[in-house]
């Protein structure tokens, strides 16, 4: 059909999952990075598979009326954010869109999506960044060719973990980055952690002698060489930092460490939990938090005197889960089991255990079939469903259906502004 390097004139009809423009010059699909709905334009083809093709904005014939100048100079070539060039109302609604076309293609048909629920700014609510170190660079990766662009600051992170960023920076730049390819910062409560991800035979010295005066907590872990994932097994205070930090939800302190998952966005994680316990707020049996993390949504449901027992397979998230229940004052309210979910339920079924309510929040890759089918045999007749991945819900929503699980009520949550990502909360009842 097209040819690598061939030009075509055509407009972008609307946006794919993934953040790019769509075009259909003669009828075949073009993704477009970049490109906004109703941009006319003129398309140099880049990649040419069977059913659809790549494509970059060669010209803009003529601009789309939703296009906006994109607040961030790294914005063209940046990964971390998508949707910069658009205005935010077409972005709520492409949003939309993409979450109505997943449940009628993949999920149980037509849905009635609730309101969008949002944070107090669309910017600098990352409460997290990891830096990326390679060949003299240090920065986040670029969209288009994966390379790591040098970035100072980033707009839609943490104004605090920006200026530890511009002191951390210049400190580190003469470190090979093969034996510290990356840097995590956190905000967390009112603090920075800062994490190097280290190769075994780093020679701690080199940060210790640099950083000994920055009031920052400093801690290390270790990773292989050339492994693309920045959290090691371990984590190491530099100095005699504590391990276990205080984070605040709404009106909740939890406990949480630096190389652990919590969530990104407080400000919206908070709108979540809210979202968890008005859905619960009439249940008084066992509420079983499947994948609970810390334990955001346990700890939440057991200060309303909810009983909970939270379930994950990362046990030092349990050790966290387990002192801020004590923390709270709920330790009775709130037990914690480590282990991987489909087994847990498995065993609680055998055990005799039977949830009338359940959460989940599962990792991007949704629920395990045989996991689903433990659900109706738990009694569960309320599933409280958090997903970041519309098209795995949407999956898990035809299945339960199967089980007789009717979605009740499904809202959006924008918790990474600008960026394709797209959260989602779900109630679903069972028919009686
Ligand atoms: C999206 S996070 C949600 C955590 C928590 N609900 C929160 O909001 O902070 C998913 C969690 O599932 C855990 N997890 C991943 N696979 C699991 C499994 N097979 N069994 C239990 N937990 C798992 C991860 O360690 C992670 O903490």
Redesign the pocket.
Known sequence: MFEVGQKVDAQIESLAFQGHGIAKPQGFTVFVPRGAPLDHAQIEITNVKKHFAFGTLAKIVTPSPHRATPPCTYFDRCGGCHYQHLQPELVEQEKRKQINDTFMRMGPGTIDLSAFEYGPSSWGYRNRITIRRDQGKQGFVAWDDFETLDIETCLIANSEINLAWKEIKPSISTINSKVLPFVMLRKIQNQIAVIFSVTKDFNKDELTKRFANLPYLFYTTTIKEGSPIAIGKDLNPLFNNPIYLEENVGDITYIVRPD????TNIEV?NK?VQFVCDALQTETDFIL?????????SIALAKQQKRVLG????HE?IQCAKQSAILNGVDEHATFRT??????LERLYKEGARFSHM?V????RGLEENFLSWIPKLETKKLIY?S?SPPTIARDAKILEKHGYILEKITPFEMFPWTYHIELGAVFTKKA
Do not use: W
Not at 260 to 263: A, V
Not at 289 to 297: I, P
Not at 311 to 314: H, S, T
């Open positions: 652990l998952f919590f969530q994680a979540m938090d499947m994948f609970c993390g810390s334990g955001l949504f379930v994950e397979v990362q998230a282990g991987k979910a489909e087994r847990i959460i929040d599962p990792p991007r958090i970041c």
